[in-house]
């Protein structure tokens, strides 16, 4: 008869609960560390930017003070990261941009849109107690500044500094950088993925699918549901050479997923491509269903290389239909249908809507980014190179030896 290891424990179910607990708890409050370092030393890079910008103006100073204090700083406390002449002169930068942060908060609309733990967390993060450093012991600058955290609640404080800077080299209007400020929070988009979606100009196509949301789903679910969708997506990440069937597309789009992903934004979850559904005798195949996190419901995706033509919604009501009926969970909300296409006629569409009792969305997409108007008509035209080249390589006459030759 085998003796039982004494070692050997039983982990109960209500450990194995505990330790989750535990483990929670000690991520969040992580998370909320580094969120108020961030919070933190953003409103610190604003504190300072104001005190300079203020002293600029009431003492006359020049810009050439920005270079001086970076390397008194340097000299001074040569471990203070931060304090480049660059980057303080973004500091000032971004005090001069948003001199009253307390008029910069969410927007209410945010509060319909379940966010990520981590913007959650961004978002309820109390004000801080930790005040930096006085200034009073610098000695080029005996002043003392007001503590950080007396400074207003405010969205700004929710961004990190580097997302800060590059919306501030990118985008000149305010009301579009808070745009991204808040699809920043909502998405947790990194520094790189912010950078692409202002590329794409984003912020331009975001919620413009022609849809019939409005009349079919209750608010503020079609609200929701139409600023999920945009027009034009942007597929600039396929190698498709014209012409291309829907096939070649579909499986272009699966093959580069992540990026596709990302292109329809944050709560897409694929759930397949062909997805086979069989009606009676016939087997049907939908090109790509996806399953909304944030809305809670199956989203049909149907492919088109071409125009929109009317047929197209009739086919993609039944599919949603079917899905309703097939997969849908009784909690789940209405499946929404989306038509991506190439081009689009709305009065056409807007006549295809009648009669369907389905949410649809049309969207089109795009290949590659269109250029800049400015960037466009600065170069030439596939003609003006034709012919410069034409000048280039046309041959020479041959010139004619006189007679005689030098003498």
């Given at each position: 008869m085998s003796k039982k290891n004494p070692h050997t424990t039983v982990v109960r179910p209500d450990f194995v609960a505990l330790l989750a607990d535990v483990k929670g708890r000690s991520q969040a409050a992580q998370t909320r560390a580094v969120l108020a370092v961030n919070a933190e030393l953003v409103r610190l890079y604003w504190d300072i930017g104001q005190l300079i910008?203020?002293?600029?103006?009431?003492?006359?100073?020049?810009?050439?003070?920005?270079?001086?204090?970076?390397?008194?700083?340097?000299?001074?406390l040569p471990d203070l990261k931060g304090f480049s002449e660059r980057n303080i002169?973004?500091?000032?930068?971004?005090?001069?941009?948003?001199?009253?942060?307390?008029?910069?908060?969410?927007?209410?609309?945010?509060?319909?849109q379940p966010t990520p733990i981590l913007p959650v967390a961004l978002a309820k993060l109390q004000s801080p107690s930790i005040s930096p450093q006085p200034v009073a012991k610098l000695p080029t600058f005996p002043i003392v500044l007001p503590p950080v955290a007396?400074?207003?609640?405010?969205?700004?404080?929710?961004i990190p500094w580097f997302h800060h800077v590059i919306l501030l080299e990118k985008l000149k209007d305010i009301p579009t950088r808070i745009w991204y400020?808040?699809?920043?929070?909502?998405?947790?988009?990194?520094?790189?993925?912010?950078?692409?979606?202002?590329?794409?100009?984003?912020?331009?196509?975001?919620?413009?699918?022609?849809?019939?949301?409005?009349?079919l789903l209750p608010a503020p679910q079609s609200d929701l549901v139409q600023q999920t969708l945009k027009d034009p997506y942007i597929f600039d990440f396929l190698t498709l050479t014209e012409p291309f069937h829907e096939r070649e597309l579909e499986t272009q789009l699966v093959h580069h997923l992540e990026k596709f992903l990302l292109e329809l934004g944050q709560g897409f979850a694929f759930v397949?491509?062909?997805?086979?559904?069989?009606?009676?005798?016939?087997?049907f195949s939908i090109d790509l269903?996806?399953?909304?996190?944030?809305?809670?419901?199956?989203?049909?995706?149907?492919?088109?290389?071409?125009?929109?033509?009317?047929?197209y919604a009739g086919k993609l009501n039944f599919y949603c239909n079917v899905v309703n009926d097939r997969l849908k969970h009784p909690t789940d909300q209405p499946t929404i249908g989306l038509i991506l296409c190439r081009s689009q006629d709305k009065v056409?569409?807007?006549?295809?809507?009648?009669?369907?009792?389905?949410?649809?969305?049309?969207?089109?997409?795009?290949?590659?980014?269109?250029?800049?108007?400015?960037?466009?008509?600065?170069?030439?035209?596939?003609?003006?190179?034709?012919?410069?080249?034409?000048?280039?390589?046309?041959p020479k006459k041959p010139t004619r030896k006189k007679k005689g030759g030098n003498k």
């Open positions: 910008a203020e002293r600029q103006q009431r003492q006359g100073w020049g810009s050439s003070v920005i270079p001086k204090l970076a390397a008194e700083l340097k000299n001074d002169g973004r500091m000032i930068a971004f005090y001069r941009e948003y001199s009253d942060p307390s008029a910069i908060l969410p927007a209410p609309l945010a509060k319909l007396q400074l207003p609640d405010s969205l700004l404080w929710t400020m808040h699809q920043t929070l909502a998405n947790g988009w990194s520094a790189n993925i912010l950078t692409m979606q202002i590329d794409t100009q984003a912020h331009a196509r975001q919620g413009k699918a022609v849809s019939n949301f409005a009349a397949g491509r062909q997805y086979r559904l069989a009606v009676g005798d016939e087997d269903l996806f399953y909304h996190l944030r809305l809670r419901a199956f989203i049909v995706i149907d492919l088109k290389t071409g125009k929109f033509k009317p047929e056409l569409v807007e006549y295809s809507f009648a009669g369907i009792d389905k949410p649809i969305g049309i969207s089109t997409y795009e290949l590659t980014r269109a250029l800049p108007k400015a960037m466009s008509s600065a170069l030439p035209t596939v003609e003006e190179i034709e012919a410069e080249l034409g000048e280039v390589v046309k």
